[in-house]
């Protein structure tokens, strides 16, 4: 994991969840902790909740645990292996289920109810289960935290989303696919304009942020949203994204969504699109500063039906094909990327909605709108075979306006003010 994400990892995993679930009656006060130890020589599933409060005397089960806390508990769980956990029921407040640090705490899988919300996960390590996603948010559950964990799959998603999940967050985790799968996936539909017909229209998922987290080795899509509003994908590196006919990309969108923020990401070393926006109309996009690199076999950046798209600041080079606009995006701003090429579908509809100015782009131009800082050349890198994508010092289009990527792919602080 990056310095970065483990920055970032560190902030989310500072965060408590307020969860407005089922509440029940408490059995300590607020703030309690529970241990929880599955060596049958120390625990006793028998014992109170006053009694759980010492590490010596810990329960046996996550499930004991989880019925005994009162709100805004926290549940520490030694280190071994336990069976899958399904949380069936809500908390007043807020309940923090997190390992005890001292070495891998594994779960097949986490279902999380419909009537269970307000839940963090902290340092778990999910190994993956034929009976459905690793990691299952459930219809309507709202204000759950998955963070600083490891997250495999080998049969299904690693990560589900269901209809009408809202306030969700996935941040510092490193999850991983092998044979079928995707990464995190949205389980909601809609008839949104564009979307695939015959399709049931669902509550969309809302407030979700996905961030910091480290994508290596997935089956299918690294991150699939679908009908959405508020979409926050930010800080983080997907990689080993291969294609083997099933359509891989390392972000797609299906069904359409509102509010889309897809920002600092480092995508490098796919045998996959990079990022897919199709098959739903997307409303509010915002796709910055992000370094996309090196990746074979699909497109880059492809964009279909997308209404009010800034995009901004992002490096996307040493891909075999880069980016393409097509004839949907509409009341677009381009500014201020380094671009190996770009083409529109569409150059006539471009002309009109595309608004661009103070971009690097090499080559396509096939549609010659061209902004009054916008430059044709190739720039020069700092060391581009270990990742480095800074602009280098003598580098053709420096002082442009155009963002660079840090050293190692990772974007931000890249941005320089236009020349003159």
Same mark, same amino acid.
Request: aromatic share 4%; net charge negative.
């Given at each position: 994991?990056?310095?970065?994400?483990?920055?970032? &990892?560190?902030?989310?995993?500072?965060?408590?969840?307020?969860?407005?679930? #089922?509440?029940?009656?408490?059995?300590?006060?607020?703030?309690?902790?529970?241990?929880?130890?599955?060596?049958?020589?120390?625990?006793?599933?028998?014992?109170?909740?006053? #009694?759980?409060?010492?590490?010596?005397?810990?329960?046996?089960?996550?499930?004991?645990?989880?019925?005994?806390?009162?709100?805004?508990?926290?549940?520490?769980?030694?280190?071994?292996?336990?069976?899958?956990?399904?949380? @069936?029921?809500?908390?007043?407040?807020?309940?923090?289920?997190?390992?005890?640090?001292?070495?891998?705490?594994?779960?097949?899988?986490?279902?999380?109810?419909?009537?269970?919300?307000?839940?963090?996960?902290?340092?778990?390590?999910?190994?993956?289960?034929?009976?459905?996603?690793?990691?299952?948010?459930?219809?309507?559950? *709202?204000?759950?935290?998955?963070?600083?964990?490891? &997250?495999?799959?080998? #049969?299904? @998603?690693?990560? !589900?989303?269901?209809?009408?999940?809202?306030?969700?967050?996935?941040?510092?985790?490193?999850?991983?696919?092998?044979?079928?799968?995707?990464?995190?996936?949205?389980?909601?539909?809609?008839?949104?304009?564009?979307?695939?017909?015959? =399709?049931?229209?669902?509550?969309?998922?809302? *407030?979700?942020?996905?961030?910091?987290?480290?994508?290596?080795?997935?089956?299918?899509?690294?991150?699939?949203?679908?009908?959405?509003? *508020?979409?926050?994908?930010?800080?983080?590196?997907?990689?080993?994204? &291969?294609?083997?006919? #099933? *359509?891989? @990309?390392?972000? /797609?969108?299906?069904?359409?969504? =509102?509010?889309?923020?897809?920002?600092?990401?480092?995508?490098?070393?796919?045998?996959?699109?990079?990022?897919?926006?199709?098959?739903?109309?997307?409303?509010?996009?915002?796709? @910055?500063?992000? !370094?996309?690199?090196?990746?074979?076999?699909?497109?880059?950046? /492809?964009?279909?039906?997308?209404?009010?798209?800034?995009?901004?600041?992002?490096?996307? +080079?040493?891909?075999?094909?880069?980016?393409?606009?097509?004839?949907? !995006?509409?009341?677009?701003?381009?500014?201020?990327?380094?671009?190996?090429?770009?083409? &529109?579908?569409?150059?006539?509809?471009?002309?009109?909605?595309?608004?661009?100015?103070?971009?690097?782009?090499?080559?396509? +131009?096939? +549609?010659?709108?061209?902004?009054?800082?916008?430059?044709?050349?190739?720039?020069?890198?700092?060391?581009?075979?270990?990742?480095?994508?800074?602009?280098?010092?003598?580098?053709?289009?420096?002082?442009?306006?155009?963002?660079?990527?840090?050293?190692?792919? /990772?974007?931000?602080?890249?941005?320089?003010?236009?020349?003159?």
């Amino acid at each position: 994991m990056t310095g970065r994400a483990a920055a970032a &990892v560190g902030l989310a995993a500072a965060l408590l969840l307020a969860g407005c679930g #089922q509440g029940r009656a408490p059995s300590g006060p607020p703030g309690m902790v529970l241990h929880v130890d599955g060596n049958r020589s120390r625990c006793d599933d028998g014992r109170t909740a006053a #009694q759980a409060r010492s590490a010596q005397t810990p329960l046996c089960s996550i499930e004991r645990a989880v019925r005994l806390a009162p709100a805004d508990a926290t549940v520490v769980v030694a280190p071994g292996s336990y069976p899958a956990l399904e949380l @069936d029921r809500g908390h007043g407040d807020r309940l923090t289920i997190r390992s005890a640090g001292a070495g891998a705490v594994r779960l097949p899988r986490v279902a999380v109810g419909s009537d269970a919300s307000g839940v963090a996960f902290e340092g778990l390590e999910l190994t993956g289960s034929p009976d459905g996603p690793t990691f299952d948010v459930g219809r309507g559950v *709202h204000d759950v935290q998955l963070v600083r964990s490891r &997250v495999t799959a080998t #049969q299904n @998603d690693a990560v !589900v989303l269901n209809p009408g999940a809202e306030r969700v967050t996935i941040a510092g985790d490193l999850i991983h696919t092998a044979h079928a799968g995707s990464g995190v996936a949205f389980a909601s539909t809609s008839t949104r304009p564009g979307s695939p017909p015959g =399709s049931p229209n669902q509550e969309p998922i809302r *407030h979700v942020v996905i961030r910091a987290n480290h994508f290596d080795g997935i089956a299918v899509d690294a991150i699939r949203p679908a009908n959405f509003d *508020h979409l926050l994908i930010e800080g983080n590196e997907i990689e080993g994204v &291969v294609e083997h006919g #099933q *359509h891989a @990309d390392a972000i /797609q969108t299906v069904f359409g969504g =509102s509010d889309f923020v897809v920002r600092h990401n480092f995508i490098h070393d796919n045998i996959a699109q990079g990022v897919f926006i199709n098959d739903g109309r997307v409303t509010g996009a915002v796709i @910055d500063d992000n !370094v996309i690199v090196r990746n074979r076999a699909e497109l880059a950046l /492809q964009l279909f039906d997308t209404v009010g798209l800034t995009l901004t600041g992002n490096t996307i +080079w040493d891909n075999e094909h880069n980016v393409i606009l097509r004839a949907g !995006v509409r009341d677009a701003v381009v500014t201020r990327n380094i671009f190996q090429d770009m083409v &529109v579908e569409d150059p006539a509809t471009a002309a009109r909605d595309v608004r661009q100015d103070h971009n690097v782009i090499a080559g396509g +131009w096939n +549609w010659g709108a061209r902004g009054a800082h916008d430059i044709s050349t190739r720039p020069t890198f700092v060391d581009p075979g270990r990742r480095d994508y800074r602009l280098a010092t003598t580098s053709a289009g420096r002082g442009a306006g155009a963002c660079a990527a840090t050293a190692h792919g /990772q974007p931000g602080l890249g941005c320089a003010g236009p020349a003159g």
